[in-house]
């Protein structure tokens, strides 16, 4: 029951066709390509970003922000858990203290 099952594998069905025979090929030599131009700059893979002091500005920016912002989702969070908190610690005083007062009775 509590050892593991291992599939077996199923014996191929119906008919196996042999795998294709791949011939090589000849390469006749032609003509050779002209050399490229050696004097043309070959263009730029990706274009070049320029960092101004307004772009650099607004990028600390916007991460100060972003910053600020997350900082302050989780202080709130922080607050809302610890009001949680110290309300559930003073119902539970105030249930204690109801039931203790029951018993004196």
Do not use: W, Y
């Not at 500005?57 to 600020?68: D, E, F, H, P, W």
């Amino acid at each position: 029951m509590f050892r593991p099952k291992l599939p077996t594998m199923p014996e191929p069905t119906g008919t196996v066709t042999p795998p294709a025979v791949v011939e090589p090929t000849t390469i006749t030599p032609g003509t050779p390509a002209p050399p490229p131009d050696p004097t043309a700059p070959a263009p730029p893979s990706r274009p070049v970003v320029q960092l101004t002091p307004g772009t650099a500005l607004a990028l600390v920016s916007g991460g100060t922000a972003v910053v600020l912002v997350v900082g302050a989702v989780l202080v709130s969070m922080l607050l809302a858990v610890a009001v949680t908190a110290a309300s559930l610690a003073i119902c539970a005083l105030v249930i204690r203290s109801l039931v203790n007062a029951q018993h004196r009775r």
